[in-house]
């Protein structure tokens, strides 16, 4: 992934200046174009309508299909997480400008300090929700990492599953992460899993026991998408390490 020291000012411009503008064309047009379908939104309803902040949790391969999705949900105020990387830079400006709240790092870089200014925004704000890539910024695959654990618990929310798939879509191979691309008018389904409650007391013992059942509720959430969907990907959602 490209740094800011690495790139060139030829591509510092092109991913700065013209990629933004042009990926959120693609991404509008191609949202505009889609045929959604809700499966479970019931869930996500629950606990938006209760006290508790939602914190929504996604695969990162499915972030181009779920980001428009959820920018247009009415009144929806959420934090996300971007990387420091130069890719990174141009994911931001994309999710800002669709009216998302951005906080820069990753799982590689500045994690940490990247996933305690999310749940400071997240508690200032009331109504406000975190969108997280739960397998990060590198990956792998698949599996779920710590930080939206912690988000849930230092901000009292409720952990949402949420995925999509579609039919006709691409799947980009060789990225680390299978990006799922739908294609124009494709039937884009969009499915949640029953909320996960994180208790405000945990030990590492049941920080790990919570994280595991997220992943596997979400690795079981995205078969049942993709599935219902019609969609056949040949490789599983959850990498081997």
Known sequence: MSTNRQASPTKRFLMLRVVPTLALALLRSLHWSWRIRETGREHLDEVVSGPEPAVLAF???RTFALLRYFSAMPDARWVSMCSKSLDGEAMAQ???RLGLDVVRGS???DGLQAIQEMIRRVRRQPGCGAALAVDGSRGPRGRVQGGVVRMARWTGGRIVPVTASARPARIFRRAWDRTLLPWPFARVDVVFGE?????GKLDAQQAEALRLRVED??????ESADEQAGFGDDVPALADV
């Not at 509720?217 to 995205?222: E, F, G, I, P, T």
Request: proline share 10%.
């Open 59 to 61: 695969f990162h391969g």
């Open 94 to 96: 994309v999710e800002e």
């Open 107 to 109: 799982s590689g870089r």
């Open 195 to 199: 909320p996960i409650d994180v208790p």
């Open 217 to 222: 509720s979400m690795v079981r959430l995205q």
